[in-house]
């Protein structure tokens, strides 16, 4: 491709490509009222332009809805199929780093090269054929029929796809004919979209079931598992119930995926994946559910990968320069079980110290590992439309609960949410950034903390200081808590303060957001 008389290199082509993702980003989308069911019709025009009807109804779909859960479920389902000899592709959101995290063949992200081949060929079509009454696809529309593109090309034995949001008027829903459906743990979450209750959520996912096509769901609220079941019953859908796997049943092996809820989501992928198996005609022999799992299973199981979920790393900088120990401690929980899910998980590391099976073998050779001290600090951000005041208290009590105290809990605006989906490189820290929303997150910490020692809640303006960092960028500093106005300044202060203190080992747990999980793993592994 030429720009300016010179051949552009990869990277030039693919921030190229990211330009036109990002064209696609509308403040509609950003609400996604789309899964409201806003001309959901189009994406069969879009099936029609990119000639994508008939390769869809070929695939043989493991499609999988839920609150929580989700994008583990499907992951482990791939590593199991995977390890049983098929050729796998998996679609999940959102992505952390790079956008092309979101479509994995055989467990692997698609290179640069598929990707940008397979991107505008779907971008130029629809861009040659759309019009007012049929406009180009919002954002995650156009990676949901990127997916079925790649997958129909790479011809892969089985796709899994992840819902985005919802799931009667998500992209992916435009699959007709699924193998076998999912649905994760239900609970609280977009509510703004999905309903108030549980119920009103319950019958938005199952909007993925179809007619007389099996389906799998995990112990759900009495509320919730009605809904599924009505919903099921009108479509003679044979729904069951997947109960979580026996940590028997892995012969004495782990789990990949850390934390006691994925015992859960690896028995609904297990549910989800025999009835696959037996559905396209590879039944497994003398599958005794109450004993081991095959091999293959157990494969799956305990070698499958997912970035920022129960994920545990090493701060490289404080690690090569030899100036202090640092680790974060990651997971994109974001609705208030989840969030205590994720509380238990970094109660249960930091407690027992136990992470350094986790770590690389430089830090296990380490002879003074286990007798230094510790100090957990929290750093934060959730998207505006989430309760804090359902999020942080269940964090803070959960970990309490467990003997974990934080030292200090740190807010900060993320550094990008989808004004530039995955590119090359960190975008620029706005110095004008409007901090109130971190403000308020402070409010409720700080009253959290001075209701839980006894005390009455306080003005936080009154007793807080407004101070600039060596960058020259603003900080607010509280009793227990801190506000940056840049992600960048706030890991810099951890790595000075873990500088000025290396007989003290420092456990940040990062947590609230998978954009802001996305964001710190950029800056942790340049």
Same mark, same amino acid.
């Given at each position: 491709?030429?720009?300016?008389?010179? %051949?552009?290199?990869?990277?030039?082509?693919?921030?190229?490509? #990211?330009?036109?993702?990002?064209? !696609?980003?509308?403040?509609?989308?950003?609400?996604?009222?789309?899964?409201?069911?806003?001309?959901?019709?189009?994406?069969?025009?879009?099936?029609?332009?990119?000639?994508?009807?008939?390769?869809?109804?070929?695939?043989?779909?493991?499609?999988?809805?839920?609150?929580? /859960?989700?994008?583990?479920?499907?992951?482990?389902?791939?590593?199991?199929?995977?390890?049983?000899?098929?050729?796998?592709?998996?679609?999940?959101?959102?992505? !952390?780093?790079?956008?092309?995290?979101?479509?994995?063949?055989?467990?692997?992200?698609?290179?640069?090269?598929?990707?940008?081949?397979?991107?505008?060929?779907?971008?130029?079509?629809?861009?040659?054929?759309?019009?007012?009454? %049929?406009?180009?696809?919002?954002?995650?529309?156009?990676?949901?029929? !990127? @997916?079925?593109?790649?997958?129909?090309?790479?011809?892969?034995?089985?796709?899994?796809?992840?819902?985005?949001?919802?799931?009667?008027?998500?992209?992916?829903?435009? *699959?007709?004919?699924?193998?076998?459906?999912? *649905?994760?743990? #239900?609970?609280?979450?977009?509510?703004?979209?999905?309903?108030?209750?549980?119920?009103?959520?319950?019958?938005?996912?199952?909007?993925?079931?179809?007619?007389?096509?099996?389906?799998?769901?995990?112990?759900?609220?009495?509320?919730?598992?009605?809904?599924?079941?009505?919903?099921?019953?009108?479509?003679?859908?044979?729904?069951?119930? @997947?109960?979580?796997?026996?940590?028997?049943?892995?012969?004495?092996?782990?789990?990949? !995926?850390? /934390?006691?809820?994925?015992?859960?989501?690896?028995?609904?992928?297990?549910?989800?994946?025999?009835?696959?198996?037996?559905?396209?005609?590879?039944?497994?022999?003398?599958?005794?559910?109450?004993?081991?799992?095959?091999?293959?299973?157990?494969?799956?199981?305990?070698?499958?990968?997912?970035? /920022?979920?129960?994920?545990?790393?090493?701060?490289?900088?404080?690690?090569?320069?030899?100036?202090?120990?640092?680790?974060?401690?990651?997971?994109?929980?974001?609705?208030?079980?989840?969030?205590?899910?994720?509380?238990?998980?970094?109660?249960?590391?930091?407690?027992?110290?136990?992470?350094?099976?986790?770590?690389?073998?430089?830090? =296990?050779?380490?002879?003074?590992?286990?007798?230094?001290?510790? @100090? =957990?600090?929290?750093?934060?951000?959730?998207?505006?439309?989430?309760?804090?005041?359902?999020?942080?208290?269940? #964090?803070?009590?959960?970990?309490?609960?467990?003997?974990?105290?934080?030292?200090?809990?740190?807010?900060?605006?993320?550094?990008? %949410?989808?004004?530039?989906?995955?590119?090359?490189?960190?975008?620029?820290?706005?110095?004008?950034?409007?901090?109130?929303?971190?403000?308020?997150?402070?409010?409720?910490?700080?009253?959290?903390?001075?209701?839980?020692?006894?005390?009455?809640?306080?003005?936080?303006? =009154? %007793?807080?200081?407004?101070?600039?960092?060596?960058?020259?960028?603003? *900080?607010?500093?509280?009793?227990?808590?801190?506000?940056?106005?840049?992600?960048?300044?706030?890991?810099?202060?951890?790595?000075?303060?873990?500088?000025?203190?290396?007989?003290?080992?420092?456990?940040?747990?990062?947590?609230?957001?998978?954009?802001?999980?996305?964001?710190?793993?950029?800056?942790?592994?340049?």
């Amino acid at each position: 491709m030429a720009k300016g008389g010179s %051949v552009e290199s990869v990277a030039e082509r693919y921030e190229s490509m #990211l330009d036109a993702l990002s064209s !696609l980003i509308t403040k509609r989308s950003r609400a996604d009222k789309s899964n409201k069911g806003d001309r959901f019709d189009l994406l069969f025009d879009y099936l029609k332009i990119l000639e994508l009807e008939d390769a869809i109804s070929e695939l043989k779909i493991i499609h999988v809805a839920g609150t929580k /859960g989700k994008g583990s479920t499907c992951t482990f389902a791939e590593s199991i199929l995977r390890n049983c000899g098929f050729r796998t592709g998996l679609f999940t959101s959102p992505h !952390l780093i790079d956008v092309r995290e979101r479509f994995r063949l055989d467990g692997v992200e698609i290179s640069e090269e598929k990707f940008l081949e397979y991107f505008w060929w779907c971008y130029d079509r629809l861009k040659a054929k759309t019009s007012d009454d %049929v406009p180009m696809p919002t954002y995650f529309r156009f990676l949901a029929l !990127l @997916a079925f593109k790649i997958f129909a090309a790479e011809k892969v034995d089985v796709a899994i796809l992840e819902v985005g949001l919802g799931g009667r008027f998500d992209a992916t829903n435009v *699959v007709q004919a699924p193998i076998v459906c999912g *649905v994760s743990s #239900l609970g609280y979450d977009h509510m703004e979209i999905l309903g108030n209750t549980l119920g009103e959520i319950a019958g938005e996912k199952a909007g993925i079931f179809k007619h007389e096509i099996p389906a799998f769901t995990v112990p759900q609220p009495d509320e919730a598992m009605q809904v599924l079941e009505e919903k099921a019953s009108k479509l003679n859908v044979n729904l069951q119930v @997947a109960h979580p796997i026996d940590v028997s049943s892995l012969n004495g092996l782990k789990l990949a !995926l850390e /934390g006691e809820h994925q015992f859960l989501n690896a028995g609904l992928a297990v549910a989800l994946c025999t009835a696959w198996l037996q559905r396209t005609g590879h039944p497994i022999n003398n599958f005794n559910q109450t004993g081991p799992l095959p091999e293959p299973f157990i494969k799956g199981l305990t070698t499958a990968s997912l970035q /920022g979920r129960a994920q545990i790393v090493r701060d490289q900088f404080t690690e090569i320069e030899s100036v202090g120990d640092l680790v974060f401690y990651l997971d994109g929980a974001h609705s208030p079980e989840s969030m205590e899910a994720c509380a238990k998980w970094f109660s249960l590391c930091t407690r027992d110290d136990n992470h350094q099976s986790n770590l690389n073998p430089e830090a =296990q050779q380490q002879t003074d590992e286990r007798s230094k001290d510790t @100090a =957990q600090i929290l750093l934060f951000n959730c998207m505006s439309v989430r309760d804090p005041q359902l999020l942080l208290p269940r #964090l803070m009590r959960t970990c309490a609960s467990h003997g974990v105290h934080f030292n200090k809990a740190l807010f900060v605006p993320n550094i990008s %949410v989808y004004h530039k989906v995955g590119s090359h490189t960190l975008p620029t820290v706005d110095p004008q950034v409007d901090l109130s929303w971190q403000f308020a997150l402070q409010r409720v910490w700080e009253n959290l903390m001075q209701s839980d020692k006894g005390g009455e809640a306080f003005n936080t303006d =009154q %007793v807080c200081e407004e101070v600039k960092d060596d960058t020259g960028m603003s *900080v607010r500093c509280c009793k227990n808590s801190s506000v940056f106005s840049s992600l960048p300044s706030a890991i810099k202060w951890l790595r000075d303060t873990a500088q000025k203190d290396r007989f003290v080992r420092f456990q940040v747990l990062v947590t609230g957001s998978l954009h802001l999980v996305g964001d710190v793993l950029r800056l942790i592994k340049k």
